[in-house]
């Protein structure tokens, strides 16, 4: 019987042992889900988007972890689909048992994540452009970009100050492509530009050849591009081969170095692109010259904007905890909120009423002919955030992009 008893005893120590130890070995990891498109069309932004996310762990791991913690990434291929995101989102979340969702690139993708991290009450860290306003505002997630607005609006007003007042667009037809082309409508009113129309593309698209003669017949002073990666690079070609480029001025709302890196030298001097981050700013802020630093020692290339963005978003999140000194969700949100970043350019932080990510955005110039290496562009303008960003009761409001109908 004593033995038995002892047996026993051991038995509900053991068991008792494993109640307690298993919960406080999790607790032991920062558990990050990261969803990117490393698939489809903007499978290359994607890609970037994973490398900076895992230096930025790395990063902080070699540093101690956060709180003394080791931060893990799980990755997940979003494939550009909002279905497909929504389904590894839930993986990552109840199955993977993620602490913080991370990632995505497209606006039909970030608004299912969004709207699952604030009915989950997951803290969401978004790398793309987005419009966080009115009903999309959520507590729970933050913008890592400048908005489709805050792009369109720098690019426009340098446009329109430098190059001209007829334009017209080539736009891709969904949410990001739509919430650009309102933005350079509302620009044009305001800047005294002439809109001629507007030819919209699905995304995705290859062939621009039908698009491209009736755009330069309405003989504009210059020519937006309202699409990015594959679609941007196809339209480029095609305009170089038309031989448009050269004798208009090509303004792409955002654009990509991959992509002047492939087509070069067709990215030239009659190209033009806005970019949240470029590599180059290393010779104006110490802070790009760190980060540039230690992904170029990594990966042997520069970030990308679109990773830039996953870096800012994540090194972001695990200051705020560290900050927070605690991994509780509300704790960590406030301290987001009121958190001054000096990451990757100079100090920035998050407008409190929707979280978007309070940057400048940079205009550049194609070298063309002249570039060398990954030396593709030169900066030509960086305009501040108060010059292109709305106010926190216009934002709310969705002023003013609500006020102004696409043309069909």
Not at 174 to 200: A, C, D, M, P, R
Not at 245 to 256: L, P, Q, R, V
Request: one cysteine or more; aromatic letters at 12%.
């Amino acid at each position: 019987m004593r033995n038995r008893r002892l047996g026993l005893l051991a038995i509900t120590f053991i068991l008792g042992f494993v109640m307690v130890w298993t919960p406080v070995m999790a607790a032991d990891t920062i558990k990050l889900g990261c969803l990117s498109p490393l698939t489809g069309p903007y499978a290359a932004l994607g890609d970037s988007q994973k490398k900076n996310v895992e230096l930025a762990v790395e990063l902080y791991n070699k540093e101690g972890g956060v709180l003394g913690k080791k931060v893990e990434v799980q990755v997940r291929d979003s494939q550009m689909n909002p279905g497909v995101a929504l389904r590894k989102a839930q993986e990552l979340v109840f199955d993977q048992k993620v602490d913080y969702l991370v990632g995505t690139l497209s606006s039909s993708v970030v608004k299912v994540i969004s709207e699952f991290s604030a009915k989950n009450k997951i803290l969401y860290m978004g790398f793309p452009q987005t419009e966080a306003t009115g009903k999309d505002i959520n507590r729970y997630a933050f913008t890592g970009m400048v908005s489709p607005f805050m792009c369109a609006m720098a690019i426009s007003k340098y446009a329109f100050q430098n190059h001209g007042k007829k334009w017209y667009a080539l736009t891709a037809d969904y949410v990001w492509g739509h919430n650009l082309l309102k933005s350079w409508i509302y620009s044009s009113q305001t800047n005294g530009g002439e809109f001629l129309g507007n030819t919209y593309a699905p995304l995705g698209a290859s062939d621009f050849s039908a698009f491209l003669p009736k755009i330069i017949a309405a003989n504009p002073d210059f020519i937006v591009f309202n699409n990015l990666g594959r679609d941007q690079n196809a339209a480029l070609k095609q305009a170089h081969e038309m031989d448009i480029i050269g004798k208009k001025k090509i303004f792409c709302s955002k654009t990509e170095i991959t992509t002047m890196k492939e087509i070069y030298p067709m990215y030239d001097e009659n190209v033009f692109g806005g970019v949240t981050f470029y590599w180059g700013l290393q010779d104006k802020y110490p802070a790009a010259k760190k980060y540039v630093k230690a992904f170029w020692e990594k990966y042997n290339e520069p970030p990308l904007q679109d990773g830039e963005a996953g870096f800012f978003q994540v090194m972001a999140l695990l200051d705020a905890i560290k900050r927070a000194k605690t991994t509780d969700t509300e704790a960590v949100i406030k301290a987001l909120e009121d958190g001054k970043y000096t990451i990757t350019k100079g100090e920035e932080y998050y407008q409190k009423c929707n979280h978007q990510r309070v940057t400048s955005q940079i205009i550049l110039r194609g070298k063309g002919k002249r570039a060398e290496g990954w030396s593709m562009a030169e900066v030509v303008a960086e305009i501040p955030a108060r010059d292109i960003m709305r106010n926190c009761d216009q934002a709310i409001k969705d002023l003013p992009l609500s006020t102004i109908e696409l043309p069909k």
